[in-house]
Nanobody
Framework: QVQLVESGGGLVQAGGSLRLSCAASGRTSSSYAMGWFRQAPGKEREFVAAISRSGGTTYYADSVKGRFTISRDNAKNTVYLQMNSLKSEDTAVYYC???????????????????WGQGTQVTVSS
């Protein structure tokens, strides 16, 4: 069992930055890959970024590549999403998720992830 709690969301102007955090408990975070997804109103949940167990492999959606950075601190059981140059289209609820099956490989589909946080709202004003 894994519990995930996101924090760090809020309201920011276009061009600004936010850093999201996802604190994991219940199982050592270094044993599973992690991902960030987002869901805007009326849209399906979509992949944003993922990181392998060790942090050695990362992968990003094209829409955020070069602006967002995913990282993890396994000593703190925490995964981060640094978001820079935010755009209005980044507005969504952001979710972190744990993939207990994958290890070195990172996956991008919703169904690949076993546990989810409750989400944190990010609103970018233009």
């Amino acid at each position: 069992q894994v519990q995930l709690v996101e924090s760090g969301g809020g309201l920011v102007q276009a061009g600004g930055s936010l850093r999201l955090s996802c604190a994991a408990s219940g199982r050592t975070s270094s044993s599973y890959a992690m991902g960030w997804f987002r869901q805007a109103p009326g849209k399906e949940r979509e992949f944003v970024a993922a990181i392998s167990r060790s942090g050695g492999t990362t992968y990003y959606a094209d829409s955020v590549k070069g602006r967002f950075t995913i990282s993890r601190d396994n000593a703190k059981n925490t995964v981060y999403l640094q978001m820079n140059s935010l755009k209005s289209e980044d507005t969504a609820v952001y979710y972190c998720a744990a993939d207990l099956t994958s290890g070195v490989v990172v996956r991008t589909t919703v169904r690949a992830y076993d546990y989810w946080g409750q989400g944190t709202q990010v609103t970018v004003s233009s």
